[in-house]
């Protein structure tokens, strides 16, 4: 179920709701409606990055503001940095990371690719709260 724009189908919220919670089963996740008071927010999905372990896909935060994991992957290759047989390696290793970015604005890719195949995307409030909206 759901609308066809431009080739894409996209999906209700009831959809995109059910399909994060099979990926991320403990996720949490609000109507609009249950969250602002304003009418204009309706049919949104309101979640956070603030819930620990509960709210990771894949072993880290599907949402992550200050995209730590990232700064993570670069802190690991130069904490490792004994492995690689040059400097160069280790440059490599570097660019690999930003090659295939775990984030984009905070979102795992993903995530935000599964979202956008959907018709829907992400936008952040504020550093702890993340608006899902359809396009």
């Not at 204009?40 to 819930?51: K, V, W």
């Not at 290759?77 to 295939?100: D, G, L, P």
Request: glycine share 8%; hydrophobic share 30%; aromatic share 12%.
């Amino acid at each position: 179920m759901g609308i066809s724009i431009g080739g894409m189908k996209v999906q209700s919220r009831s959809q995109i709701m059910n399909g994060l919670k099979k990926k991320i089963p403990k996720l949490w996740m609000k109507k609009s409606e249950e969250w602002y008071e304003d009418k204009e927010r309706s049919g949104m999905i309101i979640t956070t990055s603030e819930q620990g372990e509960e709210g990771d896909y894949k072993g880290i935060p599907a949402f992550d503001y200050y995209e730590e994991a990232s700064y993570l992957a670069h802190e690991s290759v130069e904490e490792f940095s004994e492995v690689f047989e040059t400097e160069e390696e280790r440059k490599e290793a570097h660019r690999e990371i930003e090659r295939k970015p775990t984030y984009e604005f905070g979102i795992q890719v993903e995530i935000k690719n599964w979202l956008e195949e959907r018709g829907w995307f992400a936008e952040w409030n504020d550093a702890g709260t993340l608006v899902l909206s359809k396009w």
